[in-house]
């Protein structure tokens, strides 16, 4: 059984900065492609930000120069540290990794639990 938990997120105002956490438990047995994605109401949930196993980074462009993702791969662990927070990143922050379980044939997608980040004008 495979989970992600995140951690980080809120509320803070403009400028201001945050960092998110998610970290995947269970019985793994390799992890791919690890990224950040976000769902404000009324608009598709986007691919923020994506790190691949090798280390590439790849970013939306409406986040570079302001948000970094950056992987711990002893720790299964996806962060993604938000500078420079305009009112427009306020969404809700979803994780996903691509788990291959252990005894597994295939990696599949597993997703978090989604965290709210609020940013205030």
């Known amino acids: 059984q495979v989970q992600l938990v995140q951690s980080g997120g809120g509320l803070v105002q403009t400028g201001g900065s945050l960092r998110l956490s998610c970290a995947a438990s269970?019985?793994?047995?390799?992890?791919?492609?690890m990224g950040w994605y976000r769902q404000s109401p009324g608009k598709e949930r986007e691919l923020v930000a994506s790190?691949?196993?090798?280390?590439?980074?790849n970013y939306v462009d409406s986040v570079k120069g302001r948000f970094t993702v950056s992987r711990d791969a002893a720790k299964n662990t996806v962060y993604l540290q938000m500078n420079s927070l305009k009112p427009e990143d306020t969404a809700v922050y979803y994780c996903?990794?691509?788990?291959?379980?252990?005894?597994?044939?295939?990696?599949?997608?597993?997703w978090g639990q989604g965290t709210q980040v609020t940013v205030s004008s």
């Open positions: 996903k990794v691509d788990i291959r379980g252990a005894g597994a044939q295939y990696e599949y997608a597993y």
């Open positions: 269970g019985s793994i047995f390799s992890t791919n492609n």
């Open positions: 790190m691949s196993s090798g280390g590439a980074a």
